[in-house]
């Protein structure tokens, strides 16, 4: 099961026709201390680039975007009480919802683990 | 967008880049809006040992006179006159309608001399309404060779000290001049991050070595603009250009306690008709803290509604309160619903959210009274 990312710093892995959706390592550096996660309503169904959380640091709030369409089918509700873990853990224990997906095709638009890397080093 | 080259660095601007600071423009400043530490760390080494800001983007101002206490009392409400040598006032400066044009500290340095410290993106307003308004009875210089810092917290009484013993014995809200670490300093016991602490003025030659020193205490550690922030909302202290503006009057922003009895007695200040007939009558908004339920923190410009949807007001400044683990906030809401207790709601994102008027300081603030 491999990893993509989005120019927005979203990740997203599949396990069948369902996608786990969160942030990337370097998303969550530079938003700081996580403090609040706003989750997606269950059965929710979003567009590609709809907004799927919002995140809050101790400073500013952002919102995130769903990189695929689809249907919330599960929401990370550890979040709640332990909104840090976006900080401690983004690409795993912190995710934000699963999505299934109603657009293979959408995936394919994404990049790489490798590709990311180069794009976020090209950020400076 | 503004012109890049126009915006201006402090003297400490390269020790905030070899400290790792994340620089973000601020009142026309490239300040540090937190080191590498983040803002959560920052925030409650404030709290819990010291904090070392660099709030040089601040404007110095000595205004020099005949009886300059009497000149600056026609454009603030404080009572500036009964100072004793080395006392200072928190005032504001007001508008005919009654509104505030920048909130300030004024200290008596001697009965010619006094020494202002007004905000960054109001110092060259400030600056002319002194110069136009005081004309011909005093003299106003802005200290542009000086840096000036602020040490903060339970510990900054212990290091400060450590380079002059006489700092430990100054009572909140005094002034003295004095060496520290060998170089001619300006030291006020006063601060807005609710802790004890200093704010100290330094020649803009000695401000990066006195610093380095000062950060080379265990207990110190720098601290950006965004732990400030959350400092002084937790301490119930009040924001220029959020929780006090023009719209805003001292007394809805209850700052009635900074307007001595004898200037409400006599006036004599721009707006003076509108701010007494508010004490006399009350306001129609009131400031006040807010907290919300649960973890979403409500920020600037949230609306706030009553219970019946309805809404009544804004708020001006919040967010999430590290030493509280939870989101607080203050705003404006009509006197009626202004109570400790009453119930409200906070409009996040669409959504209303429970919350509730509270007390101000949200955390108990630890000034040194001697």
């Given at each position: 099961m491999s990893i993509k990312y989005t120019k927005d710093h979203e990740w997203v892995t599949v396990d069948g026709d369902v996608a786990t959706i969160g942030i990337s390592v370097y998303a969550q550096e530079q938003?700081?201390?996580?403090?609040?996660?706003?989750?997606?309503?269950?059965?929710?169904?979003?567009?590609?680039?709809?907004?799927?959380?919002?995140?809050?640091?101790?400073?500013?709030?952002?919102?995130?975007?769903?990189?695929?369409?689809?249907?919330?089918?599960?929401?990370n509700s550890e979040l709640?009480?332990?909104?840090?873990?976006?900080?401690?853990?983004?690409?795993?224990?912190?995710?934000?919802?699963?999505?299934?997906?109603?657009?293979?095709?959408?995936?394919?638009?994404?990049?790489?683990?490798?590709?990311?890397k180069e794009y976020v080093e090209g950020l400076g | 967008m503004g012109d890049i080259s126009e915006i201006k660095q402090t003297i400490l601007h390269d020790l905030h880049l070899?400290?790792?600071?994340?620089?973000?423009?601020?009142?026309?400043?490239?300040?540090?809006?937190?080191?590498?530490d983040g803002i959560m760390k920052e925030h409650l080494q404030t709290r819990e040992s010291a904090g070392l800001f660099d709030v040089s983007h601040m404007g110095q101002v000595v205004i020099r006179g005949d009886d300059p206490a009497a000149a600056i009392e026609k454009l603030v409400p404080g009572d500036i006159q009964s100072l004793k040598d080395g006392e200072m006032r928190y005032s504001f400066l007001t508008n005919e309608a009654g509104g505030i044009l920048d909130d300030l500290i004024i200290?008596?340095?001697?009965?010619?001399?006094?020494?202002?410290?007004?905000?960054?993106?109001?110092?060259?307003?400030?600056?002319?309404?002194?110069?136009?308004?005081?004309?011909?009875?005093?003299?106003?210089?802005?200290?542009?060779?000086?840096?000036?810092?602020?040490?903060?917290?339970?510990?900054?009484?212990?290091?400060?000290?450590?380079?002059?013993?006489?700092?430990a014995t100054m009572p909140f809200m005094t002034y003295q001049e004095m060496e520290i670490g060998g170089f001619p300093c300006f030291v006020t016991r006063s601060g807005y991050t609710g802790e004890d602490g200093y704010e100290i003025s330094i020649p803009n030659a000695a401000a990066d070595v006195l610093c380095r020193k000062l950060l080379s205490e265990t207990e110190v550690a720098p601290i950006g603009l965004g732990a400030r922030d959350s400092l002084r909302l937790e301490a119930g202290l009040c924001l220029y250009g959020h929780d006090l503006t023009t719209e805003t009057t001292p007394v809805s922003a209850g700052l009635l306690w900074a307007i001595g009895k004898r200037r409400r007695e006599e006036g004599g200040f721009p707006g003076a008709d509108i701010i007494l007939a508010?004490?006399?009558?009350?306001?129609?908004?009131?400031?006040?803290?807010?907290?919300?339920?649960?973890r979403a923190p409500a920020r600037e410009h949230t609306e706030i509604a009553d219970l019946d949807g309805n809404v009544i007001g804004e708020v001006t400044s919040g967010g999430f309160a590290p030493s509280l683990q939870a989101p607080i906030a203050m705003g404006y809401v009509p006197l009626e619903l202004s109570s400790v207790g009453t119930e409200i709601q906070l409009i996040v994102r669409g959504k209303p959210r429970a919350a509730k008027v509270v007390k101000m300081p949200f955390v108990e603030q630890r000034y040194y009274r001697g």
């Open positions: 938003l700081g201390d996580v403090v609040f996660v706003e989750v997606p309503e269950m059965d929710q169904s979003l567009g590609k680039s709809d907004s799927l959380a919002v995140v809050e640091s101790v400073k500013a709030a952002s919102d995130v975007y769903t990189p695929v369409s689809g249907e919330v089918v599960e929401v709640e009480d332990n909104p840090s873990l976006v900080n401690e853990d983004a690409e795993g224990s912190g995710w934000f919802a699963k999505l299934k997906i109603s657009d293979a095709g959408e995936l394919d638009e994404l990049m790489s683990a490798d590709e990311y | 070899e400290l790792g600071a994340k620089m973000v423009p601020f009142a026309g400043y490239d300040m540090p809006v937190q080191y590498s200290t008596r340095r001697s009965a010619r001399e006094l020494f202002v410290v007004v905000n960054a993106a109001c110092k060259d307003q400030d600056i002319a309404h002194f110069k136009s308004a005081l004309s011909g009875e005093v003299t106003v210089e802005v200290l542009e060779d000086r840096a000036l810092v602020a040490l903060q917290g339970p510990k900054a009484a212990e290091v400060l000290a450590r380079y002059n013993p006489d700092v508010e004490i006399a009558n009350k306001p129609k908004m009131k400031r006040v803290g807010i907290l919300p339920e649960g």
